[in-house]
């Protein structure tokens, strides 16, 4: 495993009193998620918010050209003991043909797997023909099975609207014990008959019985794909019960992102639970969709005044009921710092503080400014995913951001500090 490369920052310690479910308030249902928190201040060091105290940073990949200096849009996972690191990754520019998915693995969320080139998740499934760019998408925890997910169409909530496209792989308890990778539909992709035949691409049709199940299950918006929290040790799920917002329900004329995330609101469950969609939007500030019960609509989005810099968001549940929301909420130059705003009904998020800052992760001029050229490379630590992760030995919120679109760096809070 490679030498853990981290920092700490400490400040005085935040307490927060827990959400009490019991006397949680139904919104109106005109009512739209707020920032009631001090708004973001570009003249201010880190626009004005303080860091989460005895927050630790590692970098799991510091980016080179033999493998590639392009790394973003990480996914954070972890099922029975292991953390699963999933990122986007090309020798040079965003997006481009061959991008591929690269993984590196934990037991303790410090200690990473190393990044050396073999380390390829899913591969290169571009040809001449069918240029093509692979994103890494979120895992799916099925049956007490874990399954890495890659798509060369972007998405991020399950269900996937374009399973048709979907790339999924096993990855087994332990280190380093992967299965087979398989398209997750009946037949291989239209334009990927020579990428499949090229990289050895089944249809799941192709695989085991056990497999095929589990994959049917996708299929049922009526079952997540996530485990237990008191199985899996977490309470990440980035999936819509009953289904999210259909892309083709949302107006053109909104030019909204294909970039949003997911929370149900606190103190609402079973047939009244409401969620709440997140939108990342071109004017800097989110737009969002609420479905205020499982068998109502999802609202056509809305602008809220929720800052950001036009980067993407991630959202989750703490222990104690708070939804957390992770985003770029400075507009600025570059993208930081990289901020976690919390509500504890999911309508007012009053509280801000800086999970990480390319300022914190060493001098300014070598850490918020790419070291290698390439199209697209936002400065800045961006591109957030949270995860809350309650096994025993290893709990705390873990968030991870790529720094500049090159390196991939993993932030670890204590509950008690947020």
Known sequence: MTKPHFLLVCFFLLLVSPVDAETAVPAARSQLPSWT????????????????????YVRVYN???????????????????????TWKNSPRDEDSPGQRVLYSQSVDGVNWTPTDGKNILFPNVSTDANPAALFAEPALHINGRRYAAASPIQFCLYPDQYQSVLLLRRVNDGIGSLGQWFWASDVIP??????????????VTQ????????????????????????????????ACLSGCQLWSDIPKSLKLANERTHYVVPGTSGSSQ??????????????????WSLDSSWSIPAETD??????NINTGVLPDGRV????????YVIRDPLTIALSRDGWSFDQAYVVISCTLLGPSNVECKPRWQGKYKNPGPSYPQGLAVTAPKVQGLYVVVTNNKEDVWVAKMEFSNI
């Open 324 to 331: 957390f929301f992770l985003s770029n909420s400075l507009k």
């Open 207 to 238: 695989m085991d019985a056990e497999t095929q199940a589990d994959v049917a299950t996708l299929a049922n918006e009526q079952l997540l794909p996530c485990g237990p929290a008191q199985t899996d040790g977490t309470l990440k799920c980035e």
């Open 63 to 85: 980016a080179t050209p033999e493998i590639g200096t392009y790394n973003h849009a990480a996914m954070l996972d972890f099922h029975n003991g292991t953390f699963l690191l």
């Open 190 to 203: 239209a334009g990927f008959e020579e990428a499949s035949k090229i990289n050895d691409i089944p249809t």
């Open 274 to 291: 409401t969620d709440v969609l997140l939108y990342r939007s071109q004017i800097n500030r989110l737009y969002v969709s609420v479905r």
């Open 306 to 311: 929720i800052p950001d810099d036009n980067s």
């Open 37 to 56: 928190a001090p708004q973001p201040n570009a003249s201010l060091p880190l626009g004005g918010f303080t860091p989460v105290p005895n927050t630790t």
